[in-house]
């Protein structure tokens, strides 16, 4: 469990559920972990509840606010962990989720889409992958060191109906994955890595509503969901600090520039 020992991790969209599961599995693994947040109140939630968790694994845990957007604001966050910590062994890119003016209901079609709504959906995921990789690679291209995680999307590589904004956007987010893990291999140091893990299927805040009725039953999406995963459930959020820790440590030192699904078959399986 100390695979990560005296690593430095950055976590965007720490304050959120994802963010704040994967830091505490990166705590765990013994990292020391920052978590950058865009509500005060949020991320002294999470620090609240990751606090026992850093200290039972001899490891720190620290937060700050930022718009992941503001170049300006990633550039005061990243000179805070510098003089802090020294270092960034590892940033996971974790802000990003959906907004509901971008997304189709049932009763609409892909041309009522608000256009504000979209570019902020895209913006959100696709531009709050690319600044955070660019201010704090800057780090790690000077160290020659470092793992970046992205976080993809099933809706990358699927036409999943209803989110047509952040299927863009995660599509997106799979190219600059790539990109830059060739980029900082080719230019500064095999030993900067760069890949992205694509979850299926979580029932989360934000995918809620569309995934279970008021009554806690499956909604019809659900069910066509399950239908499609051969392992016939949702995954545990839980489920995804395993891989981020393999990706971020030794063991995948020859792994980059890779799109790992974390989805219970569901990119695999035809429906047949």
Not at 208 to 220: M, P, Q, V
Not at 237 to 261: H, K, M, Q, Y
């Amino acid at each position: 469990m100390n695979q990560l020992k005296g690593k430095i991790a950055v976590v965007t969209g720490g304050s959120g559920v994802l963010g704040s599961n994967v830091s505490e599995g990166l705590l765990q693994a013994g990292a020391s972990v920052v978590i950058i947040g865009f509500h005060q109140h949020k991320v002294d939630a999470a620090l609240q509840r990751l606090q026992p968790v850093a200290e039972a694994h001899e490891a720190d845990v620290s937060g700050y606010v930022s718009n992941v957007l503001e170049q300006a604001d990633l550039d005061t966050v990243r000179a805070r962990v510098m003089n802090r910590y020294g270092r960034v062994d590892i940033l996971v890119n974790a802000a990003g989720g959906n907004v509901p003016g971008a997304t189709i209901m049932d009763d609409q079609h892909v041309f009522d889409l608000s256009p504000d709504d979209l570019r902020k959906v895209i913006d959100l995921n696709l531009y709050g992958t690319i600044f955070p990789c660019l201010t704090f690679g800057k780090i790690m291209a000077r160290q020659k060191s470092g793992n970046i995680i992205n976080i993809s999307s099933m809706a990358a590589n699927a036409a999943l109906t209803r989110v047509m904004g952040y299927a863009i956007a995660k599509a997106g987010v799979e190219a600059l994955t790539k990109w830059m893990a060739q980029e900082m291999a080719i230019k500064y140091s095999e030993r900067i890595r760069v890949n992205a893990i694509a979850p299926g299927f979580f029932i989360g805040e934000q995918n809620r509503r569309a995934l279970l009725n008021d009554d806690g039953s499956l909604t019809e999406r659900s069910h066509k969901v399950l239908a499609k995963t051969p392992m016939h459930r949702f995954g545990d959020i839980s489920e995804l600090n395993g891989i981020v820790r393999f990706l971020c440590s030794d063991e995948a030192s020859f792994v980059t520039g890779t799109v790992i699904p974390v989805d219970g078959g569901f990119s695999s399986f035809s429906g047949v």
